[in-house]
Nanobody
């Protein structure tokens, strides 16, 4: 099991950038695939980016492809989400999630550990 704590959210103008971080505690962080989800009010939780447990594969939703970049630093037990060219529709609570030895990183059901979320608000 890993415990996840997100940080880096905030208020930014459209076109701006933010970098989210998710620090993990627990054992064998490198065995976990990691994903960033988001949920806007009244909408379902959406997987926006994911990275495999040995960082060979990444996944991005169509809504963020080309603007967001996911990366991980196993030495620091941390996963990042660099968000550029932000739009008002990116406004949501962003959650970090982890799943051990996930075979299909774009499958939301595979993620079993969740952080508490961090708010991202993009003003127009």
């Amino acid at each position: 099991q890993v415990q996840l704590v997100e940080s880096g959210g905030g208020l930014v103008q459209a076109g701006g950038s933010l970098r989210l971080s998710c620090a993990a505690s627990g054992r064998a962080f490198s065995n976990y695939a990691l994903g960033w989800f988001r949920q806007a009010p009244g909408e379902e939780r959406e997987l926006v980016a994911a990275i495999s447990w040995i960082a060979i594969r990444t996944y991005y939703s169509e809504s963020v492809k080309g603007r967001f970049t996911i990366s991980r630093d196993n030495a620091k037990n941390t996963v990042y989400l660099q968000m550029n060219s932000l739009k008002p529709e990116d406004t949501a609570v962003y959650y970090c999630a982890a799943g051990r030895f996930i075979a299909t990183i774009q499958n939301p059901a595979e993620y079993t550990n969740w952080g508490q979320g961090t708010q991202v608000t993009v003003s127009s």
